[in-house]
């Protein structure tokens, strides 16, 4: 069984920085594409980064130049590093992992979510 443990959210003033970090739990973390992914009240969730196992990478439009997506294979973690911060990236960020970055919309494995709150 996988498991996703978010950390690192909180709330944070606008041109701050903060870290999430992804845990998993499980034997072939190495083997799996990572994404995050983030849900705003009453909006739709969407994919704001991506890993593969490859290491290759793809951002939204909305966070290009400002994240970055990483992955420790001997940590079981990926990270996502969070610069000069918008209110308008306020939202829950959920951990996904997958088998490739194009599916990883339905992604078979998710974390609970962490909630990230930016204030003007």
């Known amino acids: 069984q996988v498991q996703l443990v978010e950390s690192g959210g909180g709330l944070v003033q606008a041109g701050d920085s903060l870290r999430l970090s992804c845990a998993v739990s499980g034997r072939t973390f190495s083997g799996y594409a990572m994404g995050w992914f983030r849900q705003a009240p009453g909006k739709q969730r969407e994919l704001v980064a991506a890993?593969?196992?490859?290491?290759?990478?793809t951002y939204a439009d909305s966070v290009k130049g400002r994240f970055a997506i990483s992955r420790d294979n001997a940590k079981k973690t990926v990270y996502l590093q969070m610069n000069s911060l918008k209110p308008e990236d306020t939202a829950v960020y959920y951990c996904?992992?997958?088998?490739?970055?194009?599916?990883?919309?339905?992604?078979?494995?998710w974390g609970q979510g962490t909630q990230v709150t930016v204030s003007s």
């Open positions: 996904a992992a997958g088998n490739t970055i194009a599916t990883m919309n339905s992604a078979r494995y």
């Open positions: 890993i593969s196992s490859g290491f290759a990478t």
